[in-house]
């Protein structure tokens, strides 16, 4: 059985189809691509998968339970966690501080949470910057932390929302190398990416989104070649 | 039979009072998206500017709306130069903190200068009632309502005609793309609150000759204005013109039936039912 | 440490300061302290703005007073009865407004308070309405057969009143230092940032609520007690919240030192302007003569005044000095000591250093 699945799902909005009919299955240890144009749906997705709202029709599956509209923060206790296209730092905490919300989700005693936390920022090398505010970081600082704390929930799967979104190609190499030792540490990952060159290095299987509607899915070379893809990115005049 | 009636028609002649009020409010919502807690002082100010020159020129309250109107435009517009301005990119509840702050100045400021003492403006109709299909109404009632019918009248037009006006509709559907297209967001925004303090002290001037005057006359209006503003969706011009009538109606039925001393409750309980169950309103936008 | 000093010098203050005036002082110190601690859980911790917390306070001095007046229960019984409906209320309260956002929420909560207090103006069998409860005396505190206080002189109120702002302060070091400090400031920065984190909102908000519901009511039940008289616009006006509201912003929201430094600056101006202190030193000073229009003047009215400078303040706090005094002192302190580097002081804690 995958870890999650999500089955027939769809999401209006008003009489927009934001998510028509959408069928992924996400195996366990793998890394997913989630791929397509703006506006395609895809943080949709992301966000009836994680509760922040529910989806109009269709089942979420995860760990063999029916999510459906369960709350943001019953989705995170079960194991299940998410970055956000526009970064969510809590501005006026700490990076550790912010790291520690994070680890409180599994823990009560402030202690645990700040060792766990730490540990952290230590794996990452961020810790010489767990005083600073997290409000003065700088765009790529800001969303390593955003996957530093949503590490400390201790999740199964992680949803990645263009986490290299706005980094220049170190700081996008940086990203990369941690998805993949994040893959070692044995956790699950659905990564929403732009970025086709980080998408074929990452991912194990690629789903692409257009117009809310699931256009094609496959392993990465094969996705990247279907011409139904090639067009909904670049328009018709581009299919070699 | 009589009395649901009656009750009913005064509801409504006062509701268009309450609708300008609320127009004014809506208006600054609409377009700097700030909760202007200070409009029922604002209310009040017109009241005040009113009785002044009732009683030291001799001016009847429902010519010198004349003075009034652009009086009040202009302190609206100094208001929202010094104060409202800065704090368009705060924290909403600052903004609510500042016009809060404004508010209880403007109030003990009053208070200060004129005293608590009530002031009333009586004129030779103040008491006496027209007929209409066979119903006693309040004459200074009456006149408020087809004064407020003109200035709603007028302000349609402006709004829906004029180039200013649609500027002004432009700005409150969405500033930044507004601002792209050449309009001078800045000076909508003044303007926004000119014409809501303009309608609010005319509010004022209206109700002067069958209200009580005195400093904390405002705050009752100001909860109301809320009240009307959310019924009629944040932003709508047309829904605050529904709700105030709305809100008129169900206090006066309110006070005849229940008790005078609870018809507010019944408004702010209103409120807060909209508030959770229909946010949007009648006819705007949902905020939330 | 200085704070035990500080602490033995408060608790030592009423056997050397005899002078009934300067204990009263204190005495409006501590319960404006009290009731900006309380307060800032709710709203500078966990970020609701709530503009109707004069519902709490009033509630806990109707209850614990109409207790004692109606049916002589004693006020160390009947304050449970407060507490209890000040909980029962906050989840209530809660339950409507915490579905809303920002200025919603703000609105919601001025709106119910409202509510409340022209129930209270109007259930006149209940609660005397607009003519409030006159207290007639508190009976006195025996432990056995020993009489501990009969409450006829200032001292009691002292340390009832320092027990109460040590115990406000106390509880807000607490809840800053524990998984719910975290939480609330969590909720206050980013809420669905903090929902997705495993935050259970409506849980942590009510909780919030909850406790700063309750020592609002404590400082309610005080001041019925202390100043023997409660009247609807006394303890359930707008003034009330507003000024709860202030004493935490003046100083600087969401620390625990912000309220102390707020009530610090609030109670003197206040007392200096009702009791016309003001005016008399202008008189003294020769500046204004007071048998002046202007001196007259100033004697009848700068004694109502202190609600103008609380709305002169809020203005000014707002456009000047949102972080409040302390936040001012922070970011000047910052650009002196550390011209280059980021401001890097840790905000979950308190000011004496890292947590």
């Known amino acids: ?240 | 039979m009589r009395v649901l009636l009656q009750s009913a028609a005064s509801g409504i002649l006062i509701g268009g009072v309450y609708a300008l009020v609320g127009i004014g409010l809506t208006i600054i919502f609409g377009v700097m998206r700030v909760i202007n807690f200070a409009h029922g002082e604002l209310l009040m100010i017109g009241m005040y500017l009113t009785w002044l020159i009732f009683s030291s020129l001799g001016i009847d309250p429902f010519v010198s709306i004349v003075i009034t109107i652009p009086l009040m435009f202009v302190f609206g517009a100094i208001v929202q130069r010094t104060l409202i301005h800065r704090v368009l990119n705060a924290l909403p509840q600052n903004q609510i903190l500042l016009t809060i702050g404004l508010g209880l100045v403007l109030s003990n400021l009053v208070m200060l200068i004129f005293t608590s003492d009530y002031k009333i403006i009586t004129t030779r109709y103040s008491s006496s009632t027209i007929h209409l299909a066979g119903l006693p109404l309040s004459t200074p009632l009456a006149i408020s309502f087809l004064v407020t019918s003109v200035i709603t009248a007028l302000l349609y037009l402006f709004l829906l005609k004029t180039d200013t006006g649609q500027a002004i509709r432009a700005t409150a559907q969405d500033r930044d793309a507004a601002q792209l297209m050449g309009i001078n967001v800045s000076w909508m925004s003044v303007l926004a609150f000119g014409i809501g303090t303009a309608l609010a002290g005319t509010a004022g001037a209206l109700v002067s000759p069958t209200y009580y005057i005195f400093p904390q006359v405002g705050s009752a209006f100001t909860l109301k204005a809320f009240v009307i503003v959310v019924l009629g969706g944040m932003g709508s011009v047309l829904g605050a013109t529904l709700g105030g009538v709305i809100i008129g109606v169900t206090e006066s039925l309110a006070a005849v039936y229940i008790s005078s001393g609870m018809k507010e409750v019944f408004v702010y309980v209103l409120f807060l039912l909209v508030l959770l169950f229909k946010p949007s309103g009648l006819l705007g936008r949902s905020r939330m | 440490m200085l704070v035990f000093v500080i602490l033995a010098a408060l608790v030592a203050l009423p056997k050397l300061v005899t002078n009934p005036y300067a204990l009263h002082l204190m005495i409006l110190l501590f319960l404006a302290v009290a009731m900006g601690e309380a307060w800032n859980i709710v709203g500078g911790y966990c970020g609701q703005y709530s503009v109707g917390h004069a519902a709490y306070f009033g509630v806990g001095a109707y209850a614990t007073l109409m207790l004692l007046q109606y049916r002589q229960v004693a006020p160390w019984w009947g304050v449970w009865g407060a507490i209890a409906a000040a909980l029962m209320i906050s989840v209530v309260i809660g339950s409507i407004c915490f579905r809303l956002r920002g200025p919603y929420f703000v609105l919601a909560s001025i709106a119910v308070a409202e509510i409340i207090r022209l129930v209270v103006l109007n259930w006149k069998q209940f609660t005397n309405g607009a003519e409030g409860i006159l207290l007639v005396d508190i009976p006195p505190l025996k432990l056995g057969q020993t009489l501990i206080t009969d409450w006829l002189s200032k001292t009691p109120f002292y340390y009832l009143g320092l027990a109460l702002a040590l115990s406000t302060l106390l509880v807000n070091y607490l809840v800053l230092h524990s998984k719910l400090g975290y939480y609330f400031q969590a909720i206050r920065e980013d809420q669905d940032a903090a929902h997705s984190l495993g935050i259970n909102l409506t849980f942590y908000k009510n909780a919030a609520l909850a406790i700063s519901a309750l020592f609002t009511a404590l400082s309610g039940v005080f001041y019925g007690l202390y100043i023997g008289f409660i009247d609807p616009p006394g303890v359930l006006g707008l003034d009330t919240s507003v000024q709860m509201v202030l004493i935490c912003i003046i100083g600087g929201i969401g620390t625990i030192l912000g309220p102390v430094v707020g009530a610090l600056v609030l109670v003197p101006l206040s007392e200096v302007l009702r009791a016309n202190l003001l005016s008399k030193a202008l008189f003294v000073l020769g500046l204004v003569k007071e048998t002046s229009r202007l001196g007259n003047f100033l004697k009848e009215n700068l004694a109502h005044a202190h609600v103008l400078i609380y709305g002169i303040l809020v203005v000014v706090v707002i456009l000047y000095m949102p972080d409040g005094v302390l936040g001012f002192l922070r970011k000047l302190l910052a650009r002196n000591v550390r011209p280059l580097a980021p401001s890097s002081r840790p905000v979950v804690g308190d000011l004496d250093g890292p947590a």
């Open chain 1, 1 to 240: 059985m995958a870890l999650l699945e999500i089955k027939h799902v769809f999401k209006f909005f008003g009489g927009l189809a934001a998510n028509s009919d959408i069928d992924v299955s996400v195996e366990s240890g793998m890394i997913l691509g989630l791929i397509g144009p703006n506006g395609s749906g895809k943080t949709t997705l992301f966000n009836c998968i994680t509760g922040y709202y529910p989806p109009s029709k269709g089942e979420i599956i995860f760990k063999g339970q029916r999510l459906n509209g369960l709350q943001p923060d019953r989705v995170c206790k079960l194991g299940m966690a998410r970055t956000w296209q526009k970064v969510r730092p809590l501005a006026k905490l700490t990076v550790l501080d912010n790291v520690m919300v994070g680890a409180l989700a599994r823990t009560s005693s402030l202690k645990v949470a700040r060792d766990a936390a730490m540990e952290q920022l230590r794996s990452m090398r961020m810790e010489e910057k767990a005083q600073r505010l997290a409000g003065g970081l700088s765009i790529g600082e800001r969303k390593k932390l955003e996957v530093a704390r949503v590490l400390a929930t201790k999740p199964e799967l992680l949803l990645l929302d263009e986490v290299m979104g706005g980094l220049n190609p170190a700081e996008s190499e940086e990203i990369i190398q941690l998805i993949l030792q994040i893959k070692k540490r044995g956790l699950t990952q659905m990564v929403i990416e732009h970025d086709m060159k980080a998408i074929m290095r990452i991912s194990d299987w690629v789903v692409v989104l257009n117009s809310g509607e699931k256009l094609a899915e496959g392993e990465p070379a094969q996705v990247v070649r279907n011409p139904a893809v090639i067009t909904a990115y670049l328009g018709d005049a581009n299919v070699a």
